[in-house]
């Protein structure tokens, strides 16, 4: 929360583009059950992945999000390396993931 708060009080997020905020509880992380606990739709839900991409085996690793509609299936690894052009793609570690992007893991809507 202290990066949205920091965003929209510097003007990066207009306030009004935010329609609301929930804590992703572990026990919740699966999206099928936290659209049963807020009465939402897959189709109304999604997931931001953070991945790190290397473009060779030497290269630093740079991050990519992808957003997934909820009742969507994605193949994040095919998808992002095709998509980017780089030759490995991997789920980044939670602590990196904020640590890159000014993230928290929790979950919007």
């Given at each position: ?30 999206t099928d059950i936290f ?17 790190h991409t290397h473009k ?6 740079q991050f990519a999000a ?44």
């Open positions: 929360m202290d990066a949205l708060t920091r965003f929209t009080s510097e003007g990066i997020i207009d306030p009004a583009q935010i329609l609301g905020v929930s804590e992703n509880l572990d026990e919740e992380s699966d659209c049963l606990r807020h009465g939402l739709d897959l189709a109304q839900a999604g997931n931001v992945v953070i991945v060779t085996r030497k290269a630093p690793p992808a957003l997934v509609n909820g009742d969507t299936r994605a193949d994040l690894n095919g998808l992002v390396k095709h998509t980017l052009q780089v030759s490995k793609v991997s789920f980044a570690p939670v602590a990196d993931a904020t640590a890159a992007t000014g993230m928290e893991s929790e979950v919007c809507r």
